[in-house]
């Protein structure tokens, strides 16, 4: 907390030198257009919503563009981890939601082109977002998140760029620590109606973590086509692909202590010395991903019309580490994850604008439907005595999820007041077709509905001060993941609730003069039936709900432009998220665990008057974070820690080259980055790196 504390100061100076040093020569804020909220397009300025837009140029300067990490650190309210294991994926957490996921990303809606990123059972891949092609990010907090329905505790939209003007081609090589290295090349460019761009990469590295090692390979393509007056058809594809991914494990406390880079031993090895759980089993995991999507967006008049369609495969396969003796349960379903997914959706819209009463009324009516199909079976994870592959069957079973969630939403404008409100009734239906009965699973189905109405208002003062209020009622659902096992041995977990929750918010967002803005958001949330972690271990995790839960908490950004070229960009987020309701060993007021009660980041920037060199310092602090739900273990102490990058660019004829170097945690400080929630084993731990470094360069032909 005294780290957070000096980061808060640092937040203050430069809140404090901004608003006392702006000056009309520094490039000020800009009044970016978002429409993740209400789908009518409006600056962030105007929104009754907590809503933050990280741009094309803050994704790309100076960084390796392989997570979503890197740049949404500077987003107040969210939680957006590396864990140094690409076999796990980013932890993202939204005011606290999500923040339970052992992988992959839950409770927070992900969304690339208008295409959904998670699964209609709301788990999400973070991967399969491509940063090289991103124009920016919109990240929605709050209430107005509910009306994208089920396990939207907030929503993520990646935008990626339009191909435009003469051809170009750009290559881009990155190198840093621990072996990373990336290569990516792009092409983007318009003939005529057609905008094209295309890109592939491949990224490697040998891991901060003992066994960690991944490889990378992505690839997207964008057309945007007009084929007639006032229409646009953009068809978006992309894949991802990483073979044998290295699975690090987390690790005990007294580990961490002994070597936060070291793998936890595996006290049952007979050799000696004794290999670690993830030597000994060879954890892993290998991706295949594919998906193609269209979009079609119709204009008349100021009416539109709008339908996406998607659809695509996800292989997945996963190597998992405990000891032979948990195979011995006939419930068990085996230490191999491997299944195959394929997945589809569509979502139709029209909006409709008339007046109404000296305002304009603005309509949208919708329907959204998605499904996945999973083809999955379980094997033991041994032949013999060697570990770590593919032995005998131990699940077989067709899962599907399917939902249909039809929407509302209406906005009215009229001189200082803007209102909103939307409804969204979502059914979800998850049926499982088991062909596998020893181990004790057994076919059937649920079905989960809800309706989640939001409503909200802002009021303008004056041009330069606005203020808001909504509030909304949301739902989650338990994913498959969380579905597969009872906590009493059987298979799949009929017994589980969906869990409800009621969000207000009101905030202010302030303007002084045209260089400095201001966004502040208080909220509280109150959920009933809780998802926990009812026990976790052997390499399967059960679920249970969990009374009531409480989050209350403060959200503050700051964007300044100083003079002589100087900017900064302050994030900071206060959370008090606990259970409001006493469970098991569990006592009220215990904190949520995966949660910290306050982060924050903060930038000082510089930029020549010719835009030809850059630097910037960067903050980044945490308070301590608790693994289980009783606070009983040790929790994850809190960290500060700088960062610092230089960039340069230059042009000659058709060329522009541009170069960066990049040193992260400055003060080589050792803390752990991220934690496992609740495993019963207490390998909660994942450190993350000391003192690294990173460098790039790119060199782009325009023909």
Known sequence: MKQLHRLNAVATLFALGGVACAADEGSAPVDTVVVSATRVGHTIFDMPAAIDVVDGLRIREAQARVNASEVLAA?????????????????????????????????????????????????????????????????????????????????????????????????????????????????????????????????ETDGYRAHSAAKRDQAAAKLTLKPLDNAVLTIVANGLHQGDTQDALGVTWATYLRDPRAGETDTTDTQTPKRTLADRYNTRKSIDHQQIGANWEQQFGADRLHLSTYGGNRQVIQYQAFSKAFQAPAS?????????????????????????????????????????????????????????????????????????????????????????????????????????????????ALSYSHTTPVAGVLYKF????????????????????????????????????????????????????DSTRINAAVFQIRTTDELVVDSSSGGRTSYRNAGRTLRQGLELSLDTSWRYGLSSHVALTSLRAVYDQSFGSVLKGSRLPGVPNANGYADLAWKDSAGLFSAAIEAQA??????????????????????????????????????????NNLLDRQYVGSVIVGDSNKRYYEAAPTRNWLLGASAQYQF
């Open 622 to 663: 945490s308070s301590r974070i608790y693994a289980d739900d009783a606070n009983a273990d040790q929790a994850a102490p809190g960290y500060a820690t700088l960062n610092a990058r230089v960039s340069s660019n230059q042009r000659w004829h058709g060329w522009q080259f541009k170069q960066f170097v990049r040193l």
């Open 462 to 513: 004056t041009p330069a001060l606005h203020a808001y209020a909504s509030a909304a009622r949301g739902f989650e659902t338990p994913t498959l993941n969380e579905l597969f096992y009872s906590g009493t041995g059987g298979g799949f977990n009929f017994r589980l609730q969906a869990a409800h929750s009621k969000h207000l918010e009101a905030g202010i967002k302030l303007r002084s003069g």
């Open 332 to 444: 068990h379903s085996g230490g191999v994850v491997d299944f195959d997914r394929n997945f589809y959706g569509a979502d139709l819209n029209w909006l409709h604008v008339a007046g109404l009463a000296d305002g304009t009324l603005s309509t949208t009516v919708g329907l959204e439907y998605g499904h996945s199909g999973d083809d999955r079976r379980g094997y033991e994870n041994f032949i013999g005595t060697q570990f770590g592959v593919k032995g005998a069957l131990r699940r077989s079973e067709n899962d599907n999820v399917s939902s249909t969630e039809p929407y509302l939403q209406v906005e009215w404008q009229s001189g200082s007041w803007l209102l909103s409100a939307g409804l969204r009734h979502s059914s979800v239906r998850i049926s499982v077709d088991d062909h596998y009965l020893a181990n004790g699973n057994d076919s059937g």
């Open 75 to 203: 987003v107040p309210g969210l939680v957006a981890q590396n864990r140094q294991n690409y076999a796990q994926d980013l932890q993202i957490s939204s005011r606290g939601f999500g923040a339970r996921s052992a992988f992959g990303v839950r409770g927070v809606r992900l969304i690339a082109d208008g295409i959904p990123a998670s699964m209609p059972d709301g788990q999400g891949q973070a991967a399969t977002f491509n940063l090289d092609l991103a124009e920016r990010i919109e990240v929605l907090r709050g209430p107005f998140s509910a009306i994208y329905g089920n396990h939207s505790g907030g929503v993520i939209q990646l935008f990626t760029r339009d191909g435009e003007g003469s051809p170009s081609i750009e290559t881009t090589v990155t190198a840093g620590s621990y072996g990373s290295h990336k290569l990516d090349l792009n092409a983007q460019g318009q003939q005529g109606s057609v905008g094209y761009v295309l890109d592939a990469s491949r990224f």
